[in-house]
């Protein structure tokens, strides 16, 4: 059987999540491969994937913050809220000032409520977003409280269409194509995002991340105990207490948060959530 444990790919633009999943499912050699949040096809970074048993880590990992490197272009906006979508708008952001756009962009971080891209993989009444639009539906979104860590603007080039590089560091569910669509509202010239790379998934950078030609030469996986200590706070247990844990029973110790608990040997056994002073399974990888 295949070695368990989190693949960290640096995905090309132009492919999907899925195809990049199809692929690492053909050098692993095995059905059990899926990926901890997708990536728009135009988009390139960090996907980090999961096999075998690890593959149940990964609703957890898509929990962690992300960090992206994007640009966005004022003056123009699109049905997409990115460069894949079809022109809507466009309006001279010439007459911007840097002082005007980063005084603009400084206000979307901290704590914000965010109405995600009507093209989502979002759900509503059973059926994705994205479909619905395609299908011609109107979508509107309800908004959602996201955190926007950081949001640091790089160079400003203004210009007819007036680009900014940014960097941001955001939680779960943040969508970098609202932030455009959203700053070109603010500056009142519209927005959207023409590039965008994810540079981190929580631990993963995109230092640590192998194109798909690199994996092909030679497959890199990371061991299941290696990822879950780099994701997640740590415990080593007692042999008693490792007993217990291959059951699933509770545990008489106090945590802070999600953790990963690992038997004397070092194996990773579960992942446990503090739970009224005591610790409770939330999965057991081991038998």
Excluded: N, W
Aim: aromatic content about 4%; some cysteine.
């Amino acid at each position: 059987m295949t070695t368990s444990g989190l693949v960290v790919v640096d995905k090309p633009a132009g492919i999907t999540s899925h195809d990049v999943v199809a692929r690492v499912r053909r050098l692993a050699g095995t059905r059990k491969v899926g990926h901890a949040g997708t990536l728009d096809p135009m988009a390139t970074g960090v996907l980090v994937l999961g096999v075998e048993r690890a593959t149940r880590l990964l609703g957890h990992l898509m929990l962690t913050e992300k960090a992206y490197d994007a640009t966005v272009r004022l003056g123009v906006t699109t049905t997409t809220d990115d460069a894949e979508g079809e022109v809507v708008a466009a309006r001279s952001a010439h007459d911007l000032d840097v002082a005007q756009v980063r005084a603009a962009a400084a206000r979307f971080a901290g704590t914000i409520a965010q109405v995600p891209s009507a093209v989502s993989a979002i759900k509503v009444d059973g059926q994705r977003a994205y479909a619905r639009v395609r299908a011609g539906e109107d979508v509107e979104l309800e908004p959602r409280t996201v955190t926007i860590h950081d949001l640091v603007v790089h160079e400003v080039r203004i210009a007819e269409v007036t680009d900014l590089d940014i960097s941001v560091r955001c939680s779960s569910g943040t969508y970098v194509r609202a932030i455009a669509r959203d700053l070109g509202v603010a500056l009142g010239v519209g927005g959207h995002l023409t590039s965008l790379r994810r540079t981190a998934v929580g631990p993963f950078e995109v230092a640590q991340a192998h194109t798909l030609e690199a994996l092909a030469a030679e497959f890199a996986l990371v061991p299941i105990a290696e990822a879950a200590r780099a994701s997640f706070a740590a415990l080593d247990l007692t042999d008693r207490q490792a007993a217990d844990v291959r059951v699933g029973r509770t545990l008489d110790v106090d945590l802070r948060e999600l953790t990963a608990v690992f038997d004397p040997a070092g194996e990773f056994l579960a992942l446990y959530e503090p739970r009224e002073g005591r610790a409770r399974a939330v999965a057991v990888f081991v038998g």
